[in-house]
C-alpha cells in the first residue's frame, strides 16, 4: 500500500479482475461475450473440450464462421435480439464434438455499457448432454412400463384360456384312440396351444410378471455348462469363446431364466454373424458406483456380475438399438424372428435387480452388457428337499380344489379324479372351509387371487382346522403380492398356469408324500 492511496485501488481492481475470471473460469460450462454481429469478444470455460473449435479460432469471428450456417444461424439470430430488445432469451442446440453430440443450454442475456465500452450479449452455456440422455432413457423405460402393462394383462388372461385348452385337448387325446384322425386333431390342437403357452410366457416375462425363483448361481458354471449346446446351436463356422473371470463371486438369479438369456443372446449373435465369425461370454465382478448409475433409470449402485457378450457380426444403427427391447421389433424376415427374445431378456434381467445395455455400430459387431446382482456367500448346494421316496399309497388321498374360473375348475378336477384322487370341489373359499369342519383333507389345491377370500388366507385357515393340510396353489398372477408370500408357508407348492395334467399330478403326488 503507498501512502496516497491510489495504487491501493488499482490493486484492488486487478484483484477483483483475477478473482472474477478466476471464477468464470470455473463456472460448469463456457460464458461467451458477443457483440451486435454474434463476433466472438470473450470467451471463459475450463472444459475446453466443450467448444466446438479452440478459442484462437473463434476470438474475432462470428458464430455462422464458427458453427456454420445450420446451428450459427438461430444463434446469431438471438444474440442480435437480445441485443436490440435486452429481453434475455434461453437456447437448446446441438453439436456434434469430437466426443460425439452433445447438447447445449445457452442463456443469453444483456450486459450493461460499462468503461466507455458499448453494451455487450452473454451467452452462459451449458452442457445437458447428460441430462438429455437420462430424459431419453427415462421415456424409454416409461415406454417399456407401459407396453408391459398392457401386453402383462392380456397375457394374464390368454393363460386361463390357454390352461383350458392345454388341459382338455390332453383329456382328448388320452380318450382318443390311437392312430385315428380325431386324435391327431386334438393333438394338433393340444400342440397349438402349447406353442400359445410359450409366447405368452414370453409376454410375461416382458412385462416382468414371471414368478422367478432366485438362487445364488455360479454364473461361470451356468455358462459353462451351456457350452457344448451353444456351439451345437450357432454352429461351427462360428468360433464360442468363454472369458470367465475366476473370482466372480455369486450371482443372485434364476438358474432357468440365466439359460433363456444367454440363450437368446447367442442366437441373436448368431443371426447377426451369418457367415461366420466370433461370439464372446465373458464374466466380470465390477462395482457401479453412483456416478455410473445416476446416468441409467432403474439402476442402484452395489456389487454386479457382469455377463458380456460380444460378437463380431453385422452390429445394428442408432435406431435399431433404441427399439430392440420392444416387443415385436425384428429386423428379421417374416417367420424367423419373433422380436420377443430381447424383450423377454430385458424383463427378467429387470424383474431381478440387474440391469442390461447394448454397444453397437453398423458393420461393428454388438456388445451386450447384462448386470445380475452380485452376492458374496458362494453358491449354496440345493439345499436337500423334504420328500420322503415314494410310496405308493398317494392313491385315496383326498384333494380340495377352490379355483372360481368353472373351466379351470372343472379341469383341475377331471385330471386329478383320473389320478386317482378323491376330489371334491369347493365353489369358493367359504365352501372349502365348511367341508374341512368335518373332512380329512390331504390337499388343498387352490387358486391364490380369488375375490372374496385370497388363497393364502385359505390355507391358513384351514391349517387352524387340520394341520397336516398340504396346499397346492395355483395362479397366473405371480407378480400379485400374495402370490410372493406363498412359498414360505410350509408344505405348500406354487405351480404357474398354465400347466399341463402331469405336472399337476406330480405336484400333488410330491405334498402327499411330504413329510409331516
Ligand atoms: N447381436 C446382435 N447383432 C445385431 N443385431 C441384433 C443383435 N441382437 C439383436 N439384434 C437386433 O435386435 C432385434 C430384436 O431381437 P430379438 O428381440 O431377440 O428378436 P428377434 O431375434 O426375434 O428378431 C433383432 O431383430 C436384431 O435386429
Ligand atoms: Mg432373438
Redesign the pocket.
Known amino acids: 500500500m503507498t501512502a496516497n492511496g491510489t495504487a491501493s485501488v488499482g490493486d484492488e481492481l486487478v484483484a477483483s479482475e483475477s478473482r472474477l475470471r478466476a471464477i468464470l473460469g470455473c463456472t460448469k460450462g463456457i460464458v461467451f461475450e458477443f457483440d451486435r454481429d454474434a463476433r466472438y469478444l470473450n470467451l471463459w470455460t475450463h472444459e475446453e473440450s466443450l467448444l466446438a473449435r479452440p478459442r484462437s479460432e473463434v476470438i474475432g469471428r462470428t458464430i455462422v464462421e464458427a458453427l456454420g450456417e445450420e446451428v450459427g444461424r438461430p444463434l446469431a439470430e438471438c444474440v442480435r435480439r437480445v441485443y436490440d430488445t435486452g429481453i434475455s432469451e434461453t437456447l437448446e442446440y446441438e453439436l456434434v464434438l469430437r466426443g460425439g453430440r452433445r447438447w447445449f443450454l445457452a442463456d443469453i442475456l444483456i450486459t450493461p455499457p460499462t468503461g466507455g465500452r458499448e453494451r455487450t450479449v452473454a451467452a452462459l452455456v451449458r452442457d445437458m448432454t447428460a441430462h438429455k440422455q437420462l430424459e431419453e432413457q427415462l421415456r424409454q423405460a416409461q415406454k417399456m412400463e407401459a407396453i408391459g402393462q398392457l401386453v402383462g394383462g392380456i397375457a394374464h388372461d390368454f393363460n386361463n384360456i390357454l390352461t383350458t385348452i392345454v388341459g382338455y385337448s390332453e383329456l382328448l387325446v388320452e380318450g382318443l384312440e390311437k392312430g385315428t384322425g380325431m386324435r391327431r386333431h386334438a393333438l394338433r390342437i393340444r400342440q397349438a396351444a402349447e406353442r400359445a403357452s410359450g409366447l405368452t410366457k414370453q409376454l410375461l416375462a416382458y412385462g416382468r410378471k414371471e414368478l422367478l425363483v432366485p438362487e445364488i448361481l455360479d454364473v461361470n458354471i451356468v455358462i459353462s455348462s451351456m457350452a457344448d449346446m451353444l456351439r451345437r446351436l450357432i454352429g461351427e463356422h462360428i468360433e464360442l469363446r468363454l472369458e470367465l473371470d475366476p473370482q466372480l463371486g455369486g450371482a443372485k438369479f434364476d438358474r432357468a431364466k440365466l439359460e433363456q438369456v444367454i440363450m437368446?443372446?447367442a442366437?441373436?449373435?448368431r443371426?447377426?454373424l451369418g457367415a461366420g465369425g466370433r461370439l464372446t461370454f465373458r464374466t466380470d465382478s465390477v462395482e457401479l458406483d453412483e456416478a455410473f448409475c445416476t446416468q441409467r433409470v432403474e439402476c442402484s449402485p452395489g456389487s454386479y456380475v457382469l455377463i458380456t457378450?460380444t460378437?463380431t457380426?453385422?452390429?445394428?444403427d442408432a435406431a435399431?438399438k433404441t427399439?430392440?427391447?420392444d416387443p415385436f421389433?425384428?429386423?428379421?424376415e417374416v417367420g424367423?424372428?419373433?422380436?420377443?427374445?430381447?424383450?423377454?431378456?430385458h424383463g427378467i434381467v429387470k424383474q431381478s435387480g440387474g440391469h442390461i445395455e447394448?454397444d453397437?455400430e453398423p458393420g461393428r459387431?454388438?456388445s451386450?452388457r447384462v448386470y445380475l446382482p452380485r452376492v458374496i456367500t458362494p453358491p449354496a448346494v440345493a439345499a436337500a428337499a423334504d420328500l420322503r421316496p415314494p410310496d405308493a399309497t398317494t392313491n385315496g388321498h383326498t384333494v380340495v380344489i377352490v379355483e372360481d374360473d368353472v373351466d379351470v375348475r372343472q379341469l383341475l378336477d377331471s385330471h386329478l379324479r383320473s389320478a386317482g384322487y378323491n376330489v371334491v370341489v369347493a365353489d369358493d373359499p367359504d365352501a372349502a372351509l365348511q367341508l374341512a369342519r368335518t373332512l380329512p383333507i390331504d390337499v388343498l389345491v387352490t387358486d391364490v387371487v380369488m375375490p372374496k377370500m385370497g388363497g393364502d388366507e385359505l390355507a391358513l385357515r384351514m391349517r387352524e382346522l387340520q394341520p397336516n393340510v398340504r396346499v397346492l396353489y395355483i395362479s397366473g398372477y405371480p407378480e400379485d403380492p400374495r402370490v410372493a408370500h406363498v412359498p414360505r408357508v410350509p408344505r405348500s407348492v406354487f405351480l404357474p398356469k398354465p400347466f399341463t395334467r402331469q405336472a399337476l399330478v406330480q405336484e400333488v403326488n410330491a405334498l402327499v408324500e411330504m413329510r409331516s
Open positions: 437368446n443372446l442366437l441373436n449373435a443371426d447377426a457378450a460378437d457380426g453385422k452390429g445394428m435399431t427399439r430392440i427391447f421389433f425384428t429386423t428379421k424367423r424372428g419373433t422380436g420377443l427374445g430381447l424383450s423377454m431378456v447394448v453397437s459387431g454388438a451386450f
